[in-house]
């Protein structure tokens, strides 16, 4: 489900989910910038209902390592 949701966020901010695999990184290989980082911040708390740390994305990130730290959150929901 936190899968499908983020390929909803790269698509809505005109990313092609399609092309994206779990061990690329959101700076070097998807091409992100700092604008481009907060936007995604912004989307995935819109899109997942949840509030984000400040902080919370950097560019070394994976597309994997995105995923597990919003579940992980989503987790401590419940």
Not at 8 to 14: P, R, S, T, W, Y
Request: glycine share 6%.
């Amino acid at each position: 489900m936190i899968t499908e949701k983020i390929k909803e966020v790269f698509n809505m901010l005109e990313i092609e989910p399609n092309e994206i695999t779990g061990d690329m990184t959101l700076e070097d290989d998807i091409g992100m910038d700092s604008q481009e980082l907060v936007e995604l911040h912004c989307a995935i708390e819109k899109v997942m209902g949840i509030k984000l740390p400040a902080q919370f994305i950097k560019k070394s990130m994976t597309v994997e390592e995105l995923i597990k730290s919003i579940d992980n959150i989503c987790e401590g929901k419940k």
